[in-house]
């Protein structure tokens, strides 16, 4: 795709998610996600067509957040992603800048949406474009655990019962699916490193005494013991993936 109308793409976005209200899902976590994508796509030494392709993606993945006034938990959660490729694919027609990696980046999108999305990869997703599609999981997935954004709905708390419900809800989801193993070997490496600094964190005597107060201490113990598990397990398929 050509560089201008790449860019005019990307700046679209951009412009899309400054004006996001949510918080969790903005440009911060946009811009996280790109480089995220951008170091992935280097690891995994995609060609200049699949770059394109993840990068736009990952500026595009929560743009129909921003046609809300107000985050939400659970719609935009199911829809995000697929009313995103659709917002892009829509932008490229109208500014009469379509091109394959816009279709592609269209269909990557609707395949990673949550429920749909294993049914459109089974019928659109190539075998050989597998590992691109989860790395474009992987880059999203690796803000999840991001300290920063972990940090940014924590001081959120207690200010709303959505975010008390965002972030207790965050911590048991993640723990107990498979999203945080990541797709891909190179993602894995940098969320081993991320889940550490969390531990680290969560650690700490004023932010435990905090958890403890607002979630109790048997939810904090039981949460604890999990991601130190999960971290334990990740750490083992590193090394296994390294030796091999």
């Known amino acids: ?32 996600v790109v480089a995220h994508a951008n170091v992935l796509s280097k690891d995994l030494n995609f060609n200049s067509f699949d770059h394109q392709v993840l990068i736009l993606s990952s500026w595009w993945h929560d743009a129909s957040r921003s046609i809300s006034g107000k985050s939400s938990l659970v719609w935009m959660t199911c829809f995000d992603d697929i009313l995103s490729a659709f917002m892009m694919l829509w932008t490229s027609i109208k500014y009469n800048i379509f091109s394959k990696v816009v279709l592609k980046s269209f269909l990557m999108l609707v395949c990673k949406n949550i429920g749909t999305g294993t049914l459109f990869t089974k019928i659109f997703i190539r075998k050989k474009d597998r590992l691109l ?54 993602a894995r490496i940098y969320v081993e ?52």
Not at 171 to 178: A, D, F, G, V
Request: proline share 1%.
């Open 1 to 32: 795709m050509e560089p201008q109308k790449f860019q005019k793409l990307i700046n679209i976005a951009e412009e899309k998610m400054i004006a996001c209200k949510d918080p969790i899902h903005d440009i911060g976590h946009a811009k996280r």
């Open 193 to 244: 490193k991320m889940i550490k600094k969390f531990i680290e964190w969560l650690k700490d005597k004023s932010v435990m005494y905090w958890h403890k107060k607002i979630f109790g201490w048997k939810w904090v113990e039981k949460n604890l013991a999990g991601i130190e598990k999960l971290h334990s397990k990740i750490i083992l398929k590193n090394l296994q993936t390294q030796i091999s």
């Open 133 to 186: 599609l989860n790395a474009i999981h992987d880059a999203d997935n690796l803000d999840v655990i991001y300290l920063e954004r972990v940090k940014t709905i924590y001081k959120m708390v207690d200010s709303s019962k959505t975010y008390y419900y965002a972030y207790k809800i965050t911590i048991q989801w993640y723990l107990r699916s498979k999203d945080l193993y990541m797709k891909t070997d190179a």
